[in-house]
């Protein structure tokens, strides 16, 4: 009888992508930026003709999200993110002042181990994969078992371009045998400086235990707060523009709705008027008992599919102009299904009194479950867009901007990235949208500029300034106590006579 036991191979195989890593990583090292950006530009080039192809093997494997949005995503990346990183200098000198007194240096952080999503596993493989490079580190990639088949697709074409350009063999590369277990092999292998998790938190506990670094782009649960100064159809287009994009698995996605009582009518008919359906309670509670498994994680079945799918499996019909379904509510409870992150075009609606009640509403909705991620409010009063960003714990704040997009970086100048830090939840080392810059540490360099005798001088003359100043102080000081006990005598002269 033939036995195969795949978590004993993956175990195995991971060992050995660790190990061979650590070669790559010693040859990079070595390598200019120049030569580094020759890399990246050759694998962008090579994998741009794919695109499409890999966007519609993504949606066939895992069956989720819209292919054309797939499509966009992919060729953002290539576009927006060569177009950032271009110019920019992570290994070597890369920032001196003038006189050349400071001077900072890239230093590559080592060997990465990337685990990557199964919502958006080309962008998030290309993204990772051309920043680790970018940055002069070696790779190794955990796909996920639902993209496998993509995932490796897609690091196959990046790998052999990568080697055309001169990349060291096992400069990157992936786990062919997926499995759990080699995974967890992978995060805690002693050469793995650092571990990049673009949304896979079942492994965060293993991460935490193995006490590497972590960049975390986690999940989110962000609200959209429509105020009353808003221009509330195109908030209200932002917003369910935002939730549909690849039917609601980015991240960012906005989560629920909060708007002031005052404008309720006006944005409940724009919402209608623009695609909008809401869920009688039935309705609501027979959907919402479908989106979680019994043990609390995402039913994968409700992911990345369109609102009249999603009906339907819930035992009731939407028309087929809807886009998304609203669940209203009242209270941010925490066994209220719909105030977790829902990966599919599903939102939240509160009302509250005004922008006070809505800011407080906001902060328990990102305190209740994944706190920290991203936060929009749309809006055209500054004092209150300002008060937003002070006290909400979020990592990112954006402005009368759809989320999915706002925070990838295509409708606002944040960087362009598809790893959204979420650094205020307590996991991982950074909030900001993932560049080549948090792969690299920093060293810096100080020049000598002035003689040691300087401090010596300028302490001797600051030391004679104090005492000078003390004795100056001192007898002052003993002049009014003698005043005191002078005027103590008379008075008590005074009273005996």
Known sequence: MNMIDNDLISIQEARILAENAVMAKKQLAEFSQEKLDRIVEGMLNAVFPYLA???????EETGYGKVEDKIAKNYFVCEAVRRQI???????????????????????????????????????????????????????????????????????????????????????????????????????????????????????????????????????????????????????????????????????????????????????????????????????????????????????EFVGISAQRLAARAGFSVDTGVKVLIAEGKYALSDNPYNREKLCPVLAYYIEDDWKDACEKCIELLFDKNKGHTLVIHSTDEYVIRQFALKKPVARVLVNTPATLGSMGVTTDLFPSMTLGSGVTGQGVTSENVSPMNLVFIRTVGKGIRNSEYIRRHCNEKMEELKEQHKTEREKGSQLLQRLLNDAISSGLEQTR
């Open 53 to 59: 192809e890999l966007a519609w093997m993504s949606h």
């Open 86 to 300: 271009r110019d920019m200098k992570c290994v070597g000198f890369i920032q001196e002042e003038k006189d050349l007194s400071i001077m900072k240096v890239g230093v590559p952080l080592g060997v990465i181990t990337a685990l990557v999503p199964s919502t958006s596993p080309v962008s998030t493989t290309i993204f990772n994969a051309v920043i680790a490079v970018k940055a002069g580190n070696a790779i190794i990639f955990s796909p996920h078992p639902r993209a496998k088949k993509t995932i490796s697709r897609t690091l196959d074409i990046l790998i052999r371009a990568a080697y055309d350009c001169g990349m060291p063999q096992h400069g990157i590369s992936y786990l062919h045998t997926v499995d759990r277990e080699g995974t967890k092999a992978l995060i805690a292998h002693p050469e793995v400086n650092v571990i990049l998790n673009t949304g896979v938190p079942v492994f965060l506990d293993d991460i935490r235990r193995s006490g590497k670094t972590l960049i975390y782009g986690g999940s989110g649960n962000g609200p959209a707060f429509i105020e009353r100064t808003a221009n509330i159809r195109q908030a209200v287009s932002d917003v369910i523009e935002s939730k549909i994009f690849d039917y609601g698995m980015v991240s960012a996605a906005e989560q629920s709705i909060v708007v002031e009582r005052c404008i309720e009518s006006e944005v409940r008919r724009e919402l209608i008027a623009q695609g909008a359906y809401f869920m009688s309670e039935e309705e609501s509670s027979r959907l919402g008992v479908l989106l979680y498994n019994p043990d609390g994680s995402v039913n994968a």
